[in-house]
């Protein structure tokens, strides 16, 4: 390893062991700001992975987190928990290859629509089975405290950050980055394309099944409605193009604003949270097409550039 | 001896057009062909069948006696074939040493780390463009991203180089080296399909050419005896009555 991947790897140890030092502060509404928070940057970095760099957007977010959230609700009677949160990543993974299977040899017009249609898909699949069942909700009753999913989600974003960092350094993060460039010179270079986006549309499918393990029993009772929120979705990309997705760490810088901002929008005018969506959304596309980090980062040549 | 490449019979229709009609010939390791013909004669149609850009309707394409033809673009570069654009396609986000590296990870030899990366260098070194190398994509001139380019494509050890109209849009300086840098590549023994419409460039360059007129082999044999034939001659500026 080379210095500076030392350095940032050390760095982004500390910030980690102080994120989860956050529960002894004992404040209620810090930790719960902070699981939402910890939730958004799973989520959003782990999209940014694949997304970034493919330009594929994907919403589809809320189909794995549903999935996740059920495999917890529906297991939790039969097998202990720890075992519950694996079999979501793995649900979460195979449903993501055969969404990428079929759709990411399409443009990414069709792959945008497809995927908002999953969530849906998924959700009336459930609703259906619940009502040939007879059941309407599932109750998740567990000694999970709020402190203890602050912990597995730090635990993830940890996870999903040395996954991104590994990938960034391997063979397929090389190939990822040709294709965004252009798909046609990854071809003739002898890149699977196909298969470079299927596995790798695979890492935000596990991460977001998971996370919707870990929230289950957040949420302590579980409908379709709750589980799939197409909402979701919105807000991860937006949280993520937020931030910027040309660095590993540029979803976070969205997530935590915006969280901090959605409560306050939320707390004060409950029902003009979409309003601040499409605001953020237009932000992103007239102002900031590259997020804060490229922001940032224009700014930091400019003043590298300046003394020359 | 079996040739490198060998086509029988390949065709393209793109719906009631024959772009590409019943075409043969055979390539042999070391030769350098040029494939010349008028404006839509189908000669980078051709190009886009053997680099698997485009999916031949029927016929066969066979490299070293194994068919490709109708494989994936990705599976033909595997095995040997490499290509430049006839708008040249650098990687804008990157820099020229990873632009010459994708050709040196992913190619036809694959290499990955350091070894990629001093494979990478060679080739810059080859494309005379070694102090580039550390230099973003969008800050080259014309020619500087189509050396790039080249040297993308010499990084994976292809068995054959397809060129589609490389010395095409440089100025008569530029056109010198690049007719140079071609030759450079000829004289290592590479086996090459030249795409061009600069005539001289054909002339010092190719052993052999073949011509193609509207989609059809008209003519194939020395460049010299091809270049003088009448019916060569009259493909390209019609006959004398019209």
Redo the contacts between chains.
């Keep these: 390893m080379t210095r500076p991947e030392v350095q940032s790897l050390s760095i982004g140890t500390v910030l980690f062991a102080l994120a989860a030092c956050l529960p002894f502060l004992s404040d209620a509404y810090l930790l719960s700001i902070g699981v939402t928070i910890a939730m958004y940057t799973v989520l959003a970095t782990s999209w940014a992975l694949f997304s970034g760099p493919t330009h594929y957007i994907s919403l589809a977010t809320a189909a794995f987190f549903g999935l996740g959230a059920y495999t917890t609700a529906l297991g939790i009677e039969h097998l202990p928990y720890w075992l519950l949160l694996p079999i979501a990543g793995v649900l979460g993974a195979v449903l993501a290859a055969l969404v990428g299977l079929a759709t990411l040899r399409l443009s990414g017009v069709y792959f945008v629509i497809f995927t908002l249609g999953l969530a849906e898909l998924v959700r009336q699949i459930i609703t259906w089975g619940q009502n040939m069942s007879g059941t309407k909700g599932l109750y998740v009753l567990t000694a999970i405290t709020e402190e203890h999913i602050y912990w597995q989600l730090t635990a993830l974003a940890a996870l999903v950050f040395l996954t991104g960092w590994l990938i960034a350094r391997s ?1 397929l993060g ?2 990822v ?2 294709l ?3 798909e ?10 196909a298969r470079v986006k299927v596995l790798l549309f695979m890492v935000p499918g596990a991460v977001a099944a998971i996370t919707g393990a870990m929230l289950a029993p957040r949420y302590v009772y579980i409908e379709p409605a709750i589980a799939f929120t197409p909402m979701l979705s919105f807000q991860v990309v937006i949280m993520a193009l937020l931030g910027g997705t040309g660095r590993l760490w540029g979803p976070i810088v969205g997530v935590i604003p915006f969280t901090f901002l959605w409560e306050a929008i939320s707390g004060t005018f409950p029902n003009q949270t979409t309003l601040l969506l499409g605001l953020a959304f237009l932000a992103i596309v007239y102002l900031l097409p590259n997020g804060f980090t490229g922001l940032l980062e224009a700014a930091r040549s400019r003043l590298k550039g300046a003394p020359a | 001896m079996t040739p490198v490449l060998s086509l029988r019979g390949a065709t393209k229709r793109f719906g009631g057009l024959v772009a590409v009609d019943d075409l043969d010939f055979d390539v042999a390791e070391h030769d350098v062909v040029g494939l010349i013909g008028p404006n839509g004669s189908g000669k980078s149609t051709t190009l886009n069948l053997i680099s698997g850009a485009l999916q031949p309707t029927a016929g066969s394409i066979a490299l070293n006696g194994s068919e490709i033809a109708g494989l994936p673009a990705q599976d033909i570069a595997r095995r040997g074939i490499a290509r430049t654009f006839q708008l040249v396609r650098p990687l804008a986000s990157m820099t020229v040493l990873e632009n010459v590296k994708a050709g040196a990870v992913f190619g036809h030899r694959r290499r990955w780390g350091r070894d990629a990366e001093a494979q990478a260098m060679r080739m810059l070194e080859k494309v005379g463009l070694s102090r580039r190398a550390q230099a973003p994509m969008g800050s080259l001139t014309y020619i500087d991203s189509k050396r790039v380019e080249l040297a993308r494509t010499l990084a994976g050890e292809p068995k054959v180089l397809l060129l589609d109209e490389w010395l095409a849009g440089l100025n008569p300086t530029e056109l010198e080296q690049g007719i140079a840098l071609i030759r450079s590549l000829r004289d290592e023994g590479r086996t090459i399909i030249i795409v061009e419409h600069v005539m001289d460039a054909i002339r010092s360059l190719c052993g052999r050419c073949v011509v193609m007129s509207s989609g059809a082999k008209i003519a194939e044999g020395t460049t010299e005896a091809v270049l003088s034939d009448p019916e060569v001659i009259r493909a390209y500026l019609g006959t004398d009555d019209a």
């Design positions: 063979r090389f190939a980055r040709i965004g460039d252009d046609e010179v990854a071809r003739h270079v002898g890149i699977h394309t």
